[in-house]
């Protein structure tokens, strides 16, 4: 048993050493000859095809490259850019958004800062007076500028005062105690304008009677006047009717 196993071992490294021994003399025989050639492919296969692209350079061009697409017109291009052109305008600034004081705090933040001498409190004191004298006069010959230039108009004209009517009430006398004054109940009546219910309400007024000729039950009439006290704002015209 030993010896055959022995035997197909010899067999084995026999049939295995050819193999191995293939590619190591291929390979210093391919570098030899300066050019690898791909297996499966004669000498005279490998001439025709070196000579075909030659005869043939023009339909190999005109296959690889596809036909170029038109241009795209240029209406298409100048409407994309109009309508990009509103949206590429830029949006108002905030510092013109600022009340004016805003303004001024930043343009006086932004000017350059340059270093004074010490000053005393006094010193301080009369250079802000000379300050403020000097914005003034600038103030003022800007004012005169403006105002140089403003044409005179005619204006508008001085509306008509008309005198307005004076109102008068009639009433009933209630009280004369007071000196020179009445007190005169006015009745007024009106329907209501949605439920149509008669509605009754009186009012008291305080009128000047010069002469104390008016006495209580009286019907008199009054008219307004301007104020003569405190309360009154009315004044005696005629007696109609005197209480029996």
Excluded at 129 to 145: L, S
Aim: hydrophobic share 25%; proline share 8%; no cysteine.
């Amino acid at each position: 048993m030993m010896a055959e196993d022995e035997t197909k071992k010899d067999e084995s490294t026999e049939q295995d050493a050819p193999q191995d021994e293939a590619p190591e003399a291929a390979g210093p025989v391919a570098e030899e000859g300066g050019s690898e050639t791909p297996l499966g492919s004669s000498p005279d296969a490998q001439e025709v095809e070196a000579a075909e692209p030659e005869g043939r350079g023009t339909d190999a061009a005109s296959v690889s490259d596809p036909p170029s697409s038109p241009p795209p017109a240029s209406e298409e291009s100048d409407e994309d850019e109009q309508d990009e052109a509103p949206a590429e305008e830029a949006p108002a600034s905030e510092e013109d958004e600022l009340p004016w004081k805003e303004k001024r705090r930043l343009e006086r933040s932004r000017r350059p800062h340059e270093a004074k001498p010490q000053r005393s409190a006094e010193e301080r004191v009369v250079e802000r007076a000379a300050g403020r004298k000097r914005r003034a006069a600038e103030r003022r010959t800007e004012r005169a500028a403006k105002r140089a230039k403003k044409t005179a108009g005619t204006g508008t004209p001085v509306a008509e005062k008309d005198a307005n009517a004076a109102k008068v009430r009639q009433g009933i006398v209630v009280s004369n105690k007071a000196e020179k004054s009445i007190t005169v109940r006015v009745d007024i009546v009106r329907r209501h304008p949605t439920y149509e219910k008669v509605i009754r309400r009186s009012r008291t007024l305080h009128a000047h009677d010069e002469r104390n000729e008016a006495g209580e039950g009286d019907t008199v009439r009054v008219v307004e006047t301007r104020p003569l006290s405190k309360t009154k704002r009315w004044r005696l015209v005629e007696i109609l009717e005197k209480a029996k």
